[in-house]
């Protein structure tokens, strides 16, 4: 079993920043990669951005040029800025764990960003 737990989230005008972060702890070694999704009201959980083990990352489109996903693997913590948020990043952001069990989520921490 894997654990996770984010923090990070928060209030803020569009245009500014936010640090989303999120621990795992337990059955470490089973972690394949770790990532963010996002759900906001009335749409579907979307991924926003991915990170493997050995430390090959993504960002999805919507995200491209203003997120950055990174990782600490000393403190199996992954780590994701945002800049440059926009309005339509509201949502509630969750981080996601691909690992030999299978998918583990945490809580999710809300994301709102103000216009």
């Known amino acids: 079993q894997v654990q996770l737990v984010e923090s990070g989230g928060g209030l803020v005008q569009a245009g500014g920043s936010l640090r989303l972060s999120c621990a795992a702890s337990?059955?470490?070694?089973?972690?394949?990669?770790m990532g963010w999704y996002r759900q906001a009201p009335g749409r579907q959980r979307e991924l926003v951005a991915r990170?493997?083990?050995?430390?090959?990352?993504n960002v999805a489109d919507s995200g491209k040029g203003r997120f950055t996903i990174s990782g600490d693997n000393a403190k199996n913590t992954v780590y994701l800025q945002m800049n440059s948020l926009k309005s339509e990043d509201t949502a509630v952001y969750y981080c996601?764990?691909?690992?030999?069990?299978?998918?583990?989520w945490g809580q999710g921490t809300q994301v709102t960003v103000s216009s």
């Open positions: 996601n764990v691909d690992s030999t069990f299978g998918p583990y």
């Open positions: 337990g059955s470490i070694y089973s972690i394949d990669a």
């Open positions: 990170i493997t083990r050995s430390g090959r990352a």
